[in-house]
């Protein structure tokens, strides 16, 4: 077994891990991350071609963060000369008062309102909605590619395959084993999605994890594309419908924010006839006319936190340990910003902006 000295290691190359993996080698450190899967695999969270990006919230808590990721995701645009964001405008509808703001949203009463500014949408009766105009559609999978490009372009060892076999603390740091190596570092980032909490036991009693579904149709349909429609939510009580618009070709994607529990080491089973069933009555009863007849239905792993906000920063009991639980089915979003979080983080830099998520707001 041979020893590798480097300044980080990052175990986990999800979108957040890439991203820490990105910033922190812009930044001139020596950065070695680890993936136990090859590259392109479907077993966590981050594959996929879209996700949905907003400014409305629930809490004024998350805004400036959210403006760190809308400002991050357009500098790796201009660095790597893709469109990464598309605004389409975002409708969310909800029974009773809503709990979202954010900058420049504004409240819809009704049906009707809701008709005006994207006219494919149905709402529920009796329901009204937030109009977030800064809302629209991330390309996942460009993005995620973006990031790692620009890690490996600026040095990163970025190991796919690679299992780890466990870490422990050191003098220096931390040193972390694989299968071929010994890598020691001055800091361990650990953004392991939903096996988190088994590389991190202190996080393990915090996190759960669900098998969610996504139903998405084929690309082209004008009811399912700007300017008839663009990123939606309806929140029910059996579970948030989520819809994310056709805006490059990509085809209306649905998908409901609820799932069973799922042992992440067990292959998330597919969809089952009536799970399709079930999200084709879904679109065409919120985006009526739509054709379901061709569609691809996708599983992915949630790593869900019981209020929804994450878990970012280092831990008290092991300070050379930096948390990356940037989940709960909204955290994609915010992938190029927790990479510039996490480098400050390791840079001692003060990010008191991250105290509604840090480790220290639960005792961590």
């Known amino acids: 077994m041979s020893t590798v000295e480097t300044d980080v290691v990052v175990l986990g190359l999800g979108v957040h891990g890439s991203a820490v993996a990105a910033s922190l080698a812009r930044r001139g450190h020596r950065v070695v991350g680890l993936e136990r899967f090859d590259d392109g695999h479907s077993r966590g969270s981050s594959h996929g071609r879209t ?9 004024p808590a998350w805004n400036g963060f959210v403006a760190r990721a809308y400002a991050a995701w357009a500098d ?65 999978g460009r993005a995620l590619g973006a990031l790692r490009r620009s890690a490996v372009s600026r040095g990163a060892d970025l190991r796919f395959g690679a299992q780890v076999d466990g870490w422990e603390p050191a003098s220096t740091g931390v040193v972390v084993r694989t299968g071929d190596d010994e890598i020691r570092a001055q800091r361990l980032i650990v953004a392991a999605g939903p096996w988190a909490g088994r590389m991190l036991p202190s996080l393990a009693p915090l996190l759960d994890v669900w098998r969610i579904l996504t139903l998405t149709v084929a690309a082209g ?18 579970g948030l419908v989520f819809g994310i618009p056709d805006a490059e070709g990509n085809g209306l994607k649905i998908g409901v924010d609820a799932g069973p529990v799922w042992d992440p080491e067990v292959p998330v089973a597919p969809a089952t006839a009536e799970e399709v069933h079930q999200l084709r009555t879904l679109m065409t009863t919120y985006v009526p006319g739509i054709d379901v007849s061709k569609i691809d239905a996708v599983a992915c792993l ?14 008290a009991a092991a300070p050379e340990v930096i948390a990356v639980s940037a989940c709960s089915g909204h955290g994609f979003k ?27 707001r639960r005792g961590l």
Do not use: W
């Open 302 to 315: 949630y790593t869900m936190t019981e209020d929804k906000r994450f878990i970012l920063g280092p831990l």
């Open 51 to 59: 996700r949905m990006i907003r400014r409305a919230y629930p809490n």
């Open 76 to 140: 790796l645009e201009r660095e790597s000369g893709e469109v990464l964001i598309h605004r389409t405008g975002g409708v969310y509808a909800h029974a009773g008062a809503s709990q979202l703001q954010g900058p420049d949203c504004v409240a819809l009463d009704d049906a009707a309102a809701v008709a005006e500014v994207m006219p494919a949408l149905r709402i529920p009766d009796g329901y009204g909605a937030v109009y977030d105009p800064n809302a629209g559609v991330l390309e996942a």
């Open 221 to 238: 349909q004008p009811a399912g594309a700007p300017p008839q429609l663009g990123a939606f939510s309806i929140d029910r009580p059996e």
């Open 334 to 360: 915010f992938g190029a910003a927790v990479g510039e979080a996490v480098a400050d983080l390791h840079e001692g830099v003060p990010r008191p902006d991250l105290d509604f998520v840090s480790t220290a």
